[in-house]
T-cell receptor, first 113, second 113 residues
Framework: NAGVTQTPKFRVLKTGQSMTLLCAQDMNHEYMYWYRQDPGMGLRLIHYSVGEGTTAKGEVPDGYNVSRLKKQNFLLGLESAAPSQTSVYFC????????????FGSGTQLSVL | GENVEQHPSTLSVQEGDSAVIKCTYSDSASNYFPWYKQELGKRPQLIIDIRSNVGEKKDQRIAVTLNKTAKHFSLHITETQPEDSAVYFCAASMSSGTYKYIFGTGTRLKVLA
């Protein structure tokens, strides 16, 4: 039982490049989330999903796209990376009642030059 | 809009003293309030949570209190130890049709030996 796994752990991009971050969970959770963490800003919700085939915008969705084609996977895409997207990205999942623990992945450190 | 405010942003206490971190939330329908601890370079981990039908909850040296009328909740750590040094995040569930968690901006706690 691996919990929530994020890949890659580190990545450096040039401005304008694209990439996809993968989040996988093996707990049969309904809800999955993508957060970004910046110094002094806390954890800000980018997008989330309440089940397979669904996605919804969070607090800071601009410049990102997501997909949840399979229940266990939640992908975060950057189509044209910008330096403002330099951050640590965390994926999380939960059962989906809105009143329970979030399980976080180990994070992805992304730098956009 | 939906938001969670957290204070202070940094807090230094002497070992053995108590620490208090305060949060306010905007969504009066929020009914779940977790606290996460994040050690340097690690993922956030749930340390305690409280539901809206409870005013206080304790777990050994940590406690959380909730004032629904004022939309305040607080984390109390007693008899602080060096291993309590970390960043602490409060969060609130936002019930805009589907449940999502909005986090505060974090408090960096330093326990001085």
């Amino acid at each position: 039982n691996a919990g929530v796994t994020q890949t890659p752990k580190f990545r450096v991009l040039k401005t304008g490049q694209s990439m996809t971050l993968l989040c996988a969970q093996d707990m049969n959770h309904e809800y999955m989330y993508w957060y970004r963490q910046d110094p002094g800003m806390g954890l800000r919700l980018i997008h989330y999903s309440v089940g397979e085939g669904t996605t919804a915008k969070g607090e800071v969705p601009d410049g990102y796209n997501v997909s949840r084609l399979k229940k266990q996977n939640f992908l975060l895409g950057l189509e044209s990376a910008a330096p403002s997207q330099t951050s640590v990205y965390f994926c999380a999942s939960s059962y989906g009642t809105g009143r329970e623990k979030l399980f976080f992945g180990s994070g992805t450190q992304l730098s956009v030059l | 809009g939906e938001n969670v405010e957290q204070h202070p942003s940094t807090l230094s206490v002497q070992e053995g003293d108590s620490a208090v971190i305060k949060c306010t939330y905007s969504d009066s329908a929020s009914n779940y309030f977790p606290w996460y601890k994040q050690e340097l370079g690690k993922r956030p981990q749930l340390i305690i949570d409280i539901r809206s039908n409870v005013g206080e909850k304790k777990d050994q040296r940590i406690a959380v209190t909730l004032n629904k009328t004022a939309k305040h909740f607080s984390l109390h750590i007693t008899e602080t130890q060096p291993e309590d040094s970390a960043v602490y995040f409060c969060a609130a569930s936002m019930s805009s049709g589907t449940y999502k968690y909005i986090f505060g901006t974090g408090t960096r706690l330093k326990v001085l030996a």
